[in-house]
Every structure is written in C-alpha cells, then in structure tokens.
C-alpha cells in the first residue's frame, strides 16, 4: 500500500486492522510514504519511505516491493500516486482495483467538458488563458465567482471572487510568487448551497453501493481564505435521491464503464439543485474511516468500505450484500478534530470511537 502515512491512508490501514478481528482474517500489509515521520504512523507490517512519485525510480521502488514480499495486491492510495500506479501495475503481475489513469485526478476543465457532454448538472465555467478571460467570465457569469487551479486537490487555490480585480489580484499574486500561471486556473459560477459528498464502489461498470454525506465543519478553517481545508472535521449521512442520481451521473459521465472507487463534490446553487464540482477516481479522504467507525459502533462488517474494496479486487466476488444507495443510517454524524480522536452521533445518542 502506498501513501499509507496520510489521513486517507492511515484510516484505510485502521480499516483493514479491524476487519481483521471481525472478518478472523489476517494481512500483510507493506506500506510505503514518502513523509518519513508520517511513514511511523499506521499499523503495518513492514515501513519503506518511497521516492516521490513524480521520481521516475517510483515505479521501481513499487516493483521491488512487490518482489520482496511476495504482493498479491497492490493499493496506492493518494489519488496522485495511483494516477501513477494505475499506468504501471498491469507489468507488476499482482492484482489491483484501480480506475483507467484517465479516471484518477483529471483536470477540472477536462472534468467539466465530460460533464456538460454527460448532461451532468454542473456550475458553468470559463477556462483562464490570459487574463482578459477573466472579464469575459465576469461579463458571461455575472459575481460572484468561484476561481481555482485546473489540477490538484482540496480546494487548492481556490477563492470567491466579487469582481473581476478580484480575480486578477488573486492569479497575479500566484505568478508573481511562482505557484501558478493564469492559464492554470478556471472560473466557475459561485454555488451558496449545501456543500456535498459522494463515495461510491464500481465492480465493471455495475455500482456496488454509495452514500451521501453533507460536509458541515473543516477543521484549522481559519488557515484558509476559502475556510475549506480539504477534508471536513464534522459531516452528517444525508439521502438526497437526486443528488445522488446527479453522482452517479457523473461517475457515468467520466467513464462509461467505472471499475474502482469513485468520488465526487457536489455544490448546491442558489435554488437548492445539486451541481458537480468534481468527479474523479479516487477516495474521498473519510471514507475508509466511515467504514472503521460505522463498523465498529454497530458491529456489522457491511460497512466497512475498504474491508469491501480489498476482497471484491482480490477475489472479484462480493464477501456480503450490500444496498447499492446510501450504505449509512441518514443523520449519522462523524466528528473529527486533530488529536481528539473520532465521534459517532445520531439523535441524542453518542458513541466513542477511538
Ligand atoms: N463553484 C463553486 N462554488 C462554491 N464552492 C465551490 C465551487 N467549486 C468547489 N467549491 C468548494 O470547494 C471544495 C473543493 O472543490 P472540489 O470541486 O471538490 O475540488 P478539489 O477537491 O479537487 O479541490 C468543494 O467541496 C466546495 O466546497
Ligand atoms: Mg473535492
């Protein structure tokens, strides 16, 4: 497993550990990071730090891995190095669960021309290529405006912008300091509403199941001009069937035939109707720990994801049934905050994770 030392990774390894006690199953796990001090974290069985995966000796770091410890399946788990991954793993003779390369970590622009192909309801974009477009998306969209980088995650230079000045200031400032030029960002139509997630399994084109969930709280929020901080402290199970329709629309959109986990970000604009943000194969960075959580509280196996997704890629049949919508009870909350560990609430009702 690779980038086992991040968030996502860290509560897809605390996932497989219990679903080892649950499932009376054992695995060896060979994690590998390239942050050395996060590498310390998870419960694996055997640490390397990895290159980059940019480096070109990624590719061969994994491969010897792989040999040394005879793999039988290999899970990268940051969608930056399974984009990789997933370009090398058919030479590495192991088994995997990835999505075509394309599917992982495509650019929001590339994104948004899949979706609006799809008919996929999604905010109207202009993409920046010097910036008199920024005029001419103020002049086409009217404000605010939503602006932000083509690549990567998180909300990564991402801002609400009133005017285009605004706008300008803001791609000016990242050229001048070198971080990005204009023709790297896009704007997008500002959507006010309800900030929303969808996880979902594909197994050859067939769902295997999803849920929905409403991102309430991001932790360290005043760190960020945007108050986004990339993954939320507190978040609640929500049943919307059209926004979850619009997910798997968009899943569908991006690849006709999904195979893997999929994610995607759904804003609501101004009338309450969802509107796709992003749509990419990767995992969304709770989703393993919603399954370590919901599994644990109830002592039900089903709801661990990652227990799922490890045994349908290793062995192609489904170890349980499973609903393909809404795998977890509407209106649990999960509640996490740096060093405090997480919570489980639904009604009245409080449960201690760990
Ligand atoms: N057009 C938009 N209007 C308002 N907020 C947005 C818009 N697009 C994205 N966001 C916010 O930024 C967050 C991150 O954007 P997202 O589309 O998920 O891309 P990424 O996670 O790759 O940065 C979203 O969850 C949402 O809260
Ligand atoms: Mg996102």
Redesign the pocket.
Known sequence: MTGCGGIGGFNFVRALRLAEKMASRKYFIAGTDFNPYYLLMPDVDVRARSPKHSDPSFKEFVAKLVKEHSIEFVHPHPSSEAKVVAGFVDELGVKHYLPRPEDIAPD?WTMYLKLVEGGVPT?KAVEVRTLEDVDRAFEEMGSPL?I?AKT?????L?L?VNNPEEAKLWIRLHEAQGRARACDFVI?????GR?L?FDSLWFEGELVTSYLRE?LEYPLRHVSL?G?T?TPSVARIVVDDEASEVGLRAVKALNPRPHGFYSV?I?EDQDGRP?V??V?GKWHTTAPLWGYAVSKVLGDLRYNIAYLYLELGLRGEMPFDVPKLNLYPEGLYLIRQLDAGVVLRRGEEVFRVA
């Open positions: 929001k905010p939503w932000r990567g995650a998180g909300g990564r991402s609400k997008q139509e500002y959507m006010p900030d997630a991102r945007t986004i990339g970000d804003k509107r943000t992003e990419d």
